[in-house]
């Protein structure tokens, strides 16, 4: 272990935790980033909760959620060239705070995405049998063969991570391609048809209206929309959480990362502005607003690309691309958790049989296998939970701790490098500055949320909880959801410290720490 601090800015002494290192390229590793989101699955489940909240304002809260997704991401990529560690927000949580702050980033970093693992195979379950136009099945969100679907769908996608790394790569190149060409194709189609007047009767043509922020109708509308937007957002640093993967480690995953964004940023606001502009957000039959649609794309695709011919053949495409999207995300989901896991029994924060690798593929065994069997457990319970509807709370959940991590990863830039951020104007913005502004803007929105989760009266939950003692409260499902997952993680610490205590007496990792090898 190293005995003298390092220079602030300079790059961490790596040694090999037995991942395989130059699998990744930035191409592969910007596919990563991008395939991890799961564009048309996040758009086919988020986009009618947006629009219930702030109307046709979409476009804009998309383009706003943005900027503190853009500012997080240069602090990512200004950590990563420090410390290309797979553990991420965790390790540069602990080198730049100490370990109760890592420990807290890492956990949520696992919570974020276990939650997450339900939805996602909820979708490829009801997709499914939409694919073969049963719609009887599919258009039941807690039919037993739905139910069935997803559990195989979890374990096949834990299968493929546990095979390797450049399995899921090779596999997501091809899915994402055709997915972000189909969703353009979508909202080019979509809007043709309203501009050339073959359109439905619920159609709109585009207002500049639609990007003004100052007409959303509250500020708990707003905020609750932008929570919901970095969800959609929400799986880039995948291309992060796989840097001792990539070649050129400390300069790759973070140029993939920001490339991510931009992308991201590109296709849904595309893809919003066709899908509101043909359906409209109303609240009967196509609209945007109608909550009895399972989700935006399995109702739009057959309107905006026909019912026959090479129409139909489009719309199933569609399908068949939401259903590819859940599965590049359910794969991108377990790898990020898996190394974040890796990378905290490597430092002895959880069991070191964590940090077991595979000695052919490469891959973290016990980590991946665990997050699989867990998130499949999680759905079970989520599915027969108050009608499959906690499923939705637990995505909005989800969006407290993607605010959580990513703005303490930006705060973390700014700690790593203070003693350098005033060298030159370049370190003062990009190590300082932006990450903190994007870290800001991050807990604001999340603390404001924290408070709009709690009270059922703002409708941001589908489900509630009664408190069987006083004051006998109605408290909204999201935030129990998110309670619960914090004090699971406050236990699973106060265990931790007491049965393995030398990462939180500071002992395993510091600031001056080199990565270390798992054991054997």
């Excluded at 991401?73 to 200004?78: H, Q, R, T, V």
């Excluded at 609750?224 to 993967?245: H, Q």
């Excluded at 011919?309 to 939401?322: E, P, Q, S, T, Y």
Aim: with cysteine; net charge neutral.
């Amino acid at each position: 272990m190293a005995t003298a601090e390092a220079a602030p800015g300079s790059t961490e002494e790596q040694v090999d935790k037995g991942l395989k290192p130059g699998a990744l390229g930035l191409i592969a590793a910007t596919t990563m980033g991008v395939a991890s989101t799961a564009p048309a699955y996040s758009l086919a489940v988020t986009l009618g909760l947006v629009v219930g909240f702030v109307g046709l304002h979409a476009p804009i809260v998309a383009l706003l959620a943005f900027i503190p997704i853009f500012l997080t991401s240069i602090g990512y990529s200004e950590l990563n060239k420090a410390d290309p560690d797979c553990g991420t927000t965790f390790t540069w949580g602990t080198r730049a705070f100490g370990p109760k702050t890592g420990w807290a980033g890492g956990w949520a970093i696992v919570a974020a995405d276990v939650l997450c693992m339900a939805s996602l195979a909820q979708v490829a379950g009801q997709y499914v049998f939409l694919l073969f136009g049963s719609t009887s099945i599919g258009d039941n969100a807690t039919s037993g063969w739905v139910l069935l679907v997803g559990l195989i769908w979890l374990v096949l996608m834990t299968y493929i991570c546990y095979r390797g790394i450049e399995v899921s790569a090779a596999l997501q190149r091809v899915l994402l391609a055709v997915e972000l060409a189909m969703l353009a194709a979508l909202a080019v189609t979509a809007l043709v048809k309203v501009y050339s007047g073959n359109h439905p009767a619920v159609s709109i043509h585009p207002a500049w209206s639609w990007f003004n922020p100052f007409h959303i109708s509250s500020l708990t509308a707003f905020v609750s929309g932008i929570i919901l937007m970095l969800f959609i957002y929400w799986g880039w640093d995948t291309a992060v959480s796989v840097n001792e993967e990539t070649k050129d480690p400390e300069k790759t995953p973070g140029r993939a990362a920001i490339l991510s964004t931009v992308i991201l940023l590109v296709t849904y606001v595309l893809v919003i502005i066709g899908a509101q502009a043909f359906a409209g957000v109303g609240s009967k039959g196509i609209g945007l607003g109608n909550t009895a649609n399972f989700d935006v794309l399995s109702s739009l695709g057959g309107e905006v690309f026909g019912a026959h011919g090479i129409g139909l053949l489009l719309a199933r495409l569609l399908i068949l691309m939401v259903l590819s999207s859940a599965a590049a995300s359910t794969q991108t989901t377990i790898l990020p958790t898996a190394r974040t896991t890796l990378s905290m029994a490597t430092y002895r924060a959880i069991p070191k049989v964590f940090a077991k690798m595979h000695p052919r593929y490469l891959t973290p065994t016990v980590s991946t296998i665990v997050m699989g069997a867990l998130s499949a457990v999680l759905y079970l319970w989520f599915n027969f939970t108050s009608g499959g509807f906690v499923i939705s709370d637990a995505v909005t959940a989800i969006g407290l701790y993607i605010a959580f991590y990513y703005g303490l990863t930006g705060f973390a830039c700014a700690w790593y490098y203070r003693r350098t951020l005033t060298s030159s104007a370049r370190n003062l913005w990009m190590q300082g500055i932006l990450p903190v502004l994007g870290g800001v803007i991050m807990y604001a929105a999340g603390g404001w949320s924290i408070w709009a989760d709690w009270d059922v009266a703002s409708d941001n939950s589908y489900t509630s909880w009664l408190m069987p003692f006083w004051p006998h409260w109605y408290i909204g499902g999201v935030f129990v959801i998110a309670f619960l997952s914090a004090v699971a993680g406050l236990v699973a610490g106060i265990i931790m410290r007491v049965v393995s205590p030398p990462f939180f007496r500071k002992e395993t990792l510091t600031r001056v720490t080199p990565t270390l090898v798992p054991d054997e």
